[in-house]
């Protein structure tokens, strides 16, 4: 019996070596360039792909080391093409601009993965002279996973001499703190970045190349392993290599365990070991409290909406209202499509925009509702009306678990906890089929019969997103709303006259995940089905893209971000390499339009407003 | 040394600096007057190129260095120490210094740690404390040797006297002072016309982005309006 | 004069250096108090002691003989302490009538309020406040567009919106020109007359400590090495020695101002 819990010791140990490597690689690059790096699990998938073409080409012992240090030498160099061609733009740019640049890297990667190694499942060889198990305590243990195990502490070793021992890692050190005074001291920065991002690529394409003996490549590789790896950075603190070794270790270790007593606990306990850390320790076990906040830009005061803008609305409105007379069919699908998306944008600009929250998993409060109302339905037998109040109820819930962590937080330490919670819902929609049905989802969930009719449903999706737009609206001219925004601005002061910031905070997070859960219960019935993938990582970017295509800076803004994102993807998803394409597009907004829509067009009427004499 | 002509500064819409107009000769040490927002900042900002000027010129010992990039900036032999004490705080006294080590250079006074902990004793006992656990007026100390590490020809310091106590205040002013005997120029930016007449040849006293006032301190006195209205004494 | 704000042996240790040590003193009621010192020797630990930014490892606070020790910043708000930042700190997204707006919002408990219009509640006790400070005409203004003096009048007119009986500012005048500097300590100097307010400030520049204070408390490597009249303070060899040097550099010098310092 001891035997074998030295065993699961060992294989926790073995895990969290590859999880050490490629979240300190994320905590470096975090530390220097203040850029969360989306893509990275995407440069651990392709150090994977590219070690099992080497591994299975070069022979031998000598062969399968040379392969695996290849791929990552070269998942370093196509890091360093990333940071050179896209991120060396956007240093400045606030968080969200990021995130979703580094998103449109991950579309582009697997669609190229797709197209160079097929979608089919590739298992690469066992290493050589590796390829038995020892018995300890009478256990069989893979030799690979004792070589792993001295391999994690050996690389934070080597880290570690790399940044306390040489010029150049002071100066990422120093970079981590002041990277602007860094340059005024003659340092190039861009030298300095690129080879900082080129270390952590590297730590992430030998994290990817050391599992192909383990575990099959395949395409679900990066999406798997980002979630976990925000995990570990965020408990081990943001830049810290010895905290985010501490914290796989701690994690991997626990899962080895945890599994023994519910197979099913490691989609929820790395969620937990963070929940109990981040309560002691805010900033992580080796964390400071450093600036965690990419730039903001001020914003203007807002403005009640003059007569013209509330005639132009109105005569939106009526349009909208009368839109079923002039067709039955697609424009109706269309529609509801439309207003599901505006709801969920708005909800979320209400959080980001508003509430200065940046949230990397707001998809997570729209398929709650999407989930609950479904089940409600399915399960309950519930008619469609109150399923559907269903939705926002379980919503906010959800909104209130993980909301509580989540405003302890701020800046980045925010937004990867709020992605950490949306994985771990999508997990639990994924695995626990007998409930919601796994990767089949939940099918059949029509409306109503007295609302089967498109018409009378496209009525009922006008009414419930209409109310939630205005309800949006209101708070964010309301004193509540005008708090949010106060804490956006300065948390400092909000907590000098007296108000409690955090309770606030958290029930704004609630009401964004109560409106985001209205969205996915009108979706539901408009689609008669739900999957796991309304929770994903993909649908929570989506409305990050909506918000940033119409403009942050703007309460109208979403709606234009939505309008527009809807018709583009109606667009795009048509074609082939469809995921190629859509990350162009959206590091092509990012790059070229960085105030979206609403700023474009406000920026035109101030253009013709100076044209006109005063 | 460093000439600057016609400079225009913006801040998104804002025009920050409208035609400045300065220079500062080898060996000189030039006070930078005016009030908080005057645009100060901004123009040791636009010299060191962390800002970029919209148009005008900087040169430095005869080189064009407009909007070149700050790391340009400093390997040329402009060295920058900002306001508000930027120390790395998690890196230690000497690792601090060691960020702005450059090689040294025939037309500038070069400076060692031995020389530089000779200059500032207070850091010479703390080298392996990390920055931020210094006090105020140490930081202050730390950011101007971190500069000098780089053997600057001149040096840009931004409001050396700022929120630190008056008896550091007098030590900074020696500090200019030996920076001068060394053969350094120098380009201080202030509020305080008191500080700036102990250490400084000459004024320029800028308002609202625009240059007011440039002169001797003689020629400052025998118009007292000028300094009562850009000063607000 | 009673005491309204009474500091007793408070202490504060970072690690193995202790920031604060014992340090006792009480602040009078409708005094105006400051707090000088070298960098570095705890004068901004104290003051967060004071409302509840940094908890206390030792010692006490009260208020009006109620402990506020270890209290949230905002329920010492809530007591009637407010405070200015020596960096100010307002809310860059709205106007200036609706920054003070807001702590009148907060006064009034109205935070949770989804439905009425922010910018439409306690406008006119908004606009009372900012006369009192001379920003009346810059109510609708946006508050990034103000110039530095007038965001430090902004602050203060936040600060007095609940009618504190104290107030603590923070290097009120860091950053500001001479006569922005004797313009805003002569307001905030006629408030205390008039209002009765105590108030509680740290200061580098001593001009202005010299020219207002009632009582200059001194700290030094967290202790506190002396507390007097403007006038007692200057002449105390020790402060000299750690802090005030030799008065080159303000028209107060070390002994009482001949023709300020080394100026003609």
């Given at each position: 019996m001891m035997g074998f819990y030295f065993a699961q010791l060992l294989t926790g140990l073995a895990n969290a070596s590859s999880l050490f490597l490629i979240a300190s690689g994320l905590s470096i690059i975090f530390g220097v360039t203040r850029v969360v790096n989306f893509a990275h699990g995407s440069l651990y998938m392709l150090g994977a792909y590219i070690a099992y073409s080497l591994v299975t080409t070069l022979p031998g012992v000598f062969g399968f080391w040379t392969g695996v240090i290849l791929a990552a030498v070269a998942t370093a160099f196509i890091g360093a093409a990333i940071e050179i061609l896209i991120l060396r733009r956007i240093y400045h740019s606030p968080e969200l601009f990021q995130l979703v640049a580094t998103f449109g890297v991950v579309l582009i990667v697997q669609d190229a993965a797709l197209a160079i190694w097929g979608s089919e499942d590739l298992l690469g060889p066992r290493a050589p002279l590796l390829d038995r198990a020892v018995r300890i305590f009478g256990e069989p243990i893979p030799e690979y996973d004792l070589a792993l195990i001295v391999i994690g502490p050996v690389v934070l070793g080597l880290i570690w001499l790399l940044f306390q021992r040489t010029r150049w890692g002071i100066l990422v050190r120093a970079a981590t703190q002041d990277r602007e005074m860094v340059g005024a001291l003659g340092v190039n920065q861009h030298v300095l970045f690129t080879s900082t991002f080129m270390v952590g690529s590297f730590l992430a394409g030998l994290g990817g190349a050391l599992q192909v003996p383990r575990e099959s490549v395949n395409l679900l590789m990066d999406l798997n392993i980002i979630g976990q790896a925000f995990v570990v950075v965020v408990i081990g603190g943001m830049g810290s290599v010895t905290g985010a070794f501490v914290a796989a270790?701690?994690?991997?270790?626990?899962?080895?365990?945890?599994?023994?007593?519910?197979?099913?606990?490691?989609?929820?306990?790395?969620?937990?070991?963070?929940?109990?850390?981040?309560?002691?320790?805010?900033?992580?076990?080796?964390?400071?409290?450093?600036?965690?906040?990419?730039?903001?830009?001020?914003?203007?005061?807002?403005?009640?909406?003059?007569?013209?803008?509330?005639?132009?609305?109105?005569?939106?409105?009526?349009?909208?209202?009368?839109?079923?007379?002039?067709?039955?069919?697609?424009?109706?699908?269309?529609?509801?499509?439309?207003?599901?998306?505006?709801?969920?944008?708005?909800?979320?600009?209400?959080?980001?925009?508003?509430?200065?929250?940046?949230?990397?998993?707001?998809?997570?409060?729209?398929?709650?509702?999407?989930?609950?109302?479904?089940?409600?339905?399915?399960?309950?037998?519930?008619?469609?009306?109150?399923?559907?109040?269903?939705?926002?109820?379980?919503?906010?819930?959800?909104?209130?678990?993980?909301?509580?962590?989540?405003?302890?937080?701020?800046?980045?330490?925010?937004?990867?906890?709020?992605?950490?919670?949306?994985?771990?819902?999508?997990?639990?929609?994924?695995?626990?089929?007998?409930?919601?049905?796994?990767?089949?989802?939940?099918?059949?969930?029509?409306?109503?019969?007295?609302?089967?009719?498109?018409?009378?449903?496209?009525?009922?999706?006008?009414?419930?997103?209409?109310?939630?737009?205005?309800?949006?609206?209101?708070?964010?001219?309301?004193?509540?709303?005008?708090?949010?925004?106060?804490?956006?601005?300065?948390?400092?002061?909000?907590?000098?006259?007296?108000?409690?910031?955090?309770?606030?905070?958290?029930?704004?997070?609630?009401?964004?995940?109560?409106?985001?859960?209205?969205?996915?219960?009108?979706?539901?019935?408009?689609?008669?089905?739900?999957?796991?993938?309304?929770?994903?990582?993909?649908?929570?970017?989506?409305?990050?893209?909506?918000?940033?295509?119409?403009?942050?800076?703007?309460?109208?803004?979403?709606?234009?971000?939505?309008?527009?994102?809807?018709?583009?993807?109606?667009?795009?998803?048509?074609?082939?390499?469809?995921?190629?394409?859509?990350?162009?597009?959206?590091?092509?907004?990012?790059?070229?339009?960085?105030?979206?829509?609403?700023?474009?067009?406000?920026?035109?009427?101030?253009?013709?407003?100076?044209?006109?004499?005063? | 040394m460093l000439e600057v002509t016609a400079l225009n500064t913006f801040y998104g819409g804002a025009h920050i600096l409208r035609d400045v107009t300065l220079a500062v000769g080898p060996h000189e040490v030039l006070a930078l007057l005016g009030r908080n927002g005057a645009g100060k900042s901004t123009t040791m900002r636009s010299v060191m190129g962390l800002v970029r000027p919209r148009s005008g010129r900087v040169t430095f010992a005869g080189a064009d260095m407009t909007g070149a990039a700050p790391y340009k900036a400093c390997r040329a032999g402009l060295g920058y120490v900002p306001e508000d004490r930027r120390v790395f705080r998690e890196l230690t006294v000497a690792e601090n210094l060691e960020v702005g080590r450059r090689e040294a250079r025939p037309d500038a006074p070069s400076w060692s740690v031995d020389q530089l902990f000779g200059l500032f004793p207070n850091l010479a006992e703390r080298r392996g404390t990390a920055a931020g656990r210094l006090s105020g007026g140490e930081q202050q100390m730390l950011t101007i040797a971190r500069t000098l590490m780089g053997n600057p020809r001149l040096i840009l310091l931004d409001e050396p006297s700022e929120g630190i106590s008056p008896l550091i205040v007098e030590q900074m002013a020696q500090v200019i002072g030996e920076m001068k005997s060394r053969g350094l120029a120098v380009m201080v930016s202030e509020q305080n016309l008191h500080f700036a007449r102990l250490v400084a040849d000459r004024a320029v006293i800028i308002e609202k982005g625009e240059v007011r006032f440039e002169g001797t301190f003689a020629a400052l006195d025998a118009a007292p309006e000028i300094a009562r209205e850009t000063l607000a004494l | 004069?009673?005491?309204?704000?009474?500091?007793?042996?408070?202490?504060?240790?970072?690690?193995?250096?202790?920031?604060?040590?014992?340090?006792?003193?009480?602040?009078?009621?409708?005094?105006?108090?400051?707090?000088?010192?070298?960098?570095?020797?705890?004068?901004?630990?104290?003051?967060?002691?004071?409302?509840?930014?940094?908890?206390?490892?030792?010692?006490?606070?009260?208020?009006?003989?109620?402990?506020?020790?270890?209290?949230?910043?905002?329920?010492?708000?809530?007591?009637?302490?407010?405070?200015?930042?020596?960096?100010?700190?307002?809310?860059?997204?709205?106007?200036?009538?609706?920054?003070?707006?807001?702590?009148?919002?907060?006064?009034?408990?109205?935070?949770?309020?989804?439905?009425?219009?922010?910018?439409?509640?306690?406008?006119?006790?908004?606009?009372?406040?900012?006369?009192?400070?001379?920003?009346?005409?810059?109510?609708?203004?946006?508050?990034?567009?103000?110039?530095?003096?007038?965001?430090?009048?902004?602050?203060?007119?936040?600060?007095?919106?609940?009618?504190?009986?104290?107030?603590?500012?923070?290097?009120?005048?860091?950053?500001?020109?001479?006569?922005?500097?004797?313009?805003?300590?002569?307001?905030?100097?006629?408030?205390?007359?008039?209002?009765?307010?105590?108030?509680?400030?740290?200061?580098?520049?001593?001009?202005?400590?010299?020219?207002?204070?009632?009582?200059?408390?001194?700290?030094?490597?967290?202790?506190?090495?002396?507390?007097?009249?403007?006038?007692?303070?200057?002449?105390?060899?020790?402060v000299q020695a750690v802090y005030l040097g030799g008065g080159t550099l303000s028209s107060f010098g070390a002994t009482p101002p001949q023709n300020g310092g080394v100026s003609p």
């Open positions: 270790v701690i994690i991997s270790v626990a899962n080895a365990f945890g599994v023994l007593v519910w197979p099913q606990i490691s989609l929820i306990l790395p969620f937990l070991v963070m929940a109990v850390v981040l309560i002691v320790r805010p900033y992580g076990l080796f964390g400071t409290p450093a600036s965690a906040h990419g730039a903001s830009v001020p914003e203007a005061p807002l403005r009640a909406m003059p007569p013209a803008g509330i005639a132009v609305a109105a005569i939106v409105a009526v349009g909208a209202a009368l839109l079923p007379l002039a067709d039955d069919g697609f424009l109706l699908v269309l529609g509801i499509d439309l207003l599901v998306a505006m709801l969920f944008a708005a909800s979320l600009h209400l959080l980001m925009g508003v509430g200065g929250m940046v949230s990397f998993g707001h998809a997570a409060y729209f398929g709650l509702g999407a989930y609950a109302a479904a089940l409600a339905v399915k399960s309950l037998g519930l008619p469609m009306l109150p399923a559907m109040l269903l939705g926002p109820v379980a919503a906010a819930f959800g909104a209130m678990v993980f909301g509580w962590f989540c405003v302890r937080l701020s800046g980045v330490y925010l937004a990867m906890l709020t992605l950490a919670a949306a994985q771990i819902l999508w997990g639990i929609t994924f695995q626990w089929q007998s409930v919601t049905g796994g990767d089949d989802g939940i099918l059949g969930v029509w409306p109503a019969r007295w609302a089967s009719d498109r018409a009378v449903y496209f009525y009922i999706a006008l009414a419930l997103c209409g109310a939630g737009l205005l309800i949006i609206r209101r708070i964010a001219h309301s004193p509540f709303g005008y708090v949010l925004r106060g804490g956006r601005d300065s948390a400092l002061r909000a907590e000098a006259i007296g108000i409690d910031l955090k309770a606030h905070q958290w029930l704004g997070f609630i009401l964004a995940g109560a409106l985001a859960g209205v969205a996915g219960s009108v979706f539901v019935f408009s689609k008669g089905s739900v999957f796991p993938d309304t929770l994903a990582i993909g649908h929570s970017v989506d409305g990050l893209i909506m918000v940033l295509l119409g403009g942050v800076q703007s309460l109208l803004g979403p709606l234009f971000g939505a309008a527009a994102f809807v018709l583009i993807e109606d667009w795009v998803m048509r074609l082939d390499h469809w995921r190629a394409i859509f990350g162009v597009i959206i590091l092509a907004i990012v790059l070229l339009a960085p105030d979206g829509i609403a700023g474009g067009v406000g920026r035109l009427l101030t253009l013709l407003r100076l044209r006109r004499p005063a | - | 004069m009673s005491a309204v704000l009474t500091i007793d042996k408070l202490t504060k240790r970072f690690g193995g250096l202790t920031a604060v040590s014992d340090v006792s003193f009480a602040l009078k009621a409708g005094e105006f108090l400051a707090l000088i010192g070298p960098n570095g020797a705890g004068k901004t630990t104290c003051f967060n002691m004071l409302n509840g930014y940094i908890k206390p490892d030792g010692g006490t606070v009260a208020l009006k003989g109620r402990p506020i020790t270890g209290l949230a910043p905002r329920a010492v708000w809530r007591l009637g302490v407010g405070r200015t930042f020596q960096i100010t700190q307002t809310f860059a997204s709205m106007t200036v009538a609706e920054n003070v707006q807001m702590a009148l919002i907060s006064h009034h408990r109205r935070t949770l309020d989804l439905f009425s219009r922010a910018s439409r509640l306690y406008r006119a006790e908004a606009e009372a406040l900012l006369s009192r400070v001379g920003m009346l005409g810059e109510a609708d203004r946006a508050a990034t567009a103000l110039a530095y003096g007038d965001l430090k009048r902004l602050e203060l007119a936040v600060a007095l919106a609940h009618a504190p009986t104290v107030l603590l500012m923070d290097e009120p005048t860091a950053g500001m020109a001479q006569a922005e500097r004797t313009a805003l300590m002569a307001l905030v100097a006629d408030i205390v007359a008039a209002e009765g307010l105590s108030v509680l400030f740290t200061e580098h520049d001593m001009d202005v400590v010299f020219n207002h204070a009632h009582r200059v408390l001194v700290l030094n490597r967290g202790e506190l090495i002396a507390e007097g009249t403007g006038e007692e303070i200057r002449a105390n060899a020790t």
